[in-house]
T-cell receptor, first 111, second 112 residues
Framework: GENVEQHPSTLSVQEGDSAVIKCTYS??????FPWYKQELGKRPQLIID?????GEKKDQRIAVTLNKTAKHFSLHITETQPEDSAVYFC??????????FGTGTSLTVIP | NAGVTQTPKFQVLKTGQSMTLQCAQD?????MSWYRQDPGMGLRLIHY???????DQGEVPNGYNVSRSTTEDFPLRLLSAAPSQTSVYFC???????????FGQGTRLTVV
């Protein structure tokens, strides 16, 4: 099966700085990679996703990059704000329509 | 538009009891899934369905059953609850597997 590893597990940044979270996956056939944000006590919500035929995708302050050769993808948040503080999860979808999630990164943005 | 409705929000079970977690969506989504979330372990897929009448096992299916008799509903049944099933459970739906998933509010289950 797929194995998704996520680093770091915790990340603290000053407001206005950038944050980068990295994930690696093991199944080279995985083809869809979403990122979810989960605030304390809330449900996960999609913030950005990327498919295997694309190398990079941006949405305002958020971007995701995918390196299929190295089997890793990263979340980039620029100009961080206190409301970006949350737990972020990466995930990979394999050809069997099964999702595998990373173990999460707790991001704290210090005002 | 209700989205994904998951009930109950909280539940306490005794070891050996059975129960059903309900999940319903009104967005005509084909793909539905159940996850459990444990501290430090992220979300793990229990069962999923790519359409009515079709279900399949995820990463951690033991002790759980599902059915998908309609597009809207995807209940999760715990056959004989064990303390190891204490967790937060999320149901999710999406148009297809490789599209944005919408999660229910979650169920915090405690098995004593």
């Amino acid at each position: 099966g797929e194995n998704v590893e996520q680093h770091p597990s915790t990340l603290s940044v000053q407001e206005g700085d950038s944050a980068v979270i990295k994930c690696t996956y093991s199944d080279s056939a995985s083809n869809y990679f979403p990122w979810y944000k989960q605030e304390l006590g809330k449900r996960p919500q999609l913030i950005i996703d990327i498919r295997s035929n694309v190398g990079e995708k941006k949405d305002q302050r958020i971007a995701v990059t995918l390196n299929k050769t190295a089997k890793h993808f990263s979340l980039h948040i620029t100009e961080t704000q206190p409301e970006d503080s949350a737990v972020y999860f990466c995930a990979a979808l394999n050809t069997g329509n099964q999702f595998y999630f990373g173990t999460g990164t707790s991001l704290t943005v210090i005002p | 538009n209700a989205g994904v409705t998951q009930t109950p929000k909280f539940q306490v079970l005794k070891t050996g009891q059975s129960m059903t977690l309900q999940c319903a969506q009104d967005m005509n989504h084909e793909y539905m899934s159940w996850y459990r979330q444990d501290p430090g372990m992220g979300l793990r897929l229990i069962h999923y369905s790519v359409g009515a009448g079709i279900t399949d096992q995820g990463e951690v299916p033991n002790g759980y059953n599902v059915s998908r008799s309609t597009t809207e509903d995807f209940p999760l049944r715990l056959l004989s609850a064990a303390p190891s099933q204490t967790s937060v459970y999320f149901c999710a739906s999406s148009p297809f597997a490789n599209t944005e998933a919408f999660f229910g509010q979650g169920t915090r289950l405690t098995v004593v």
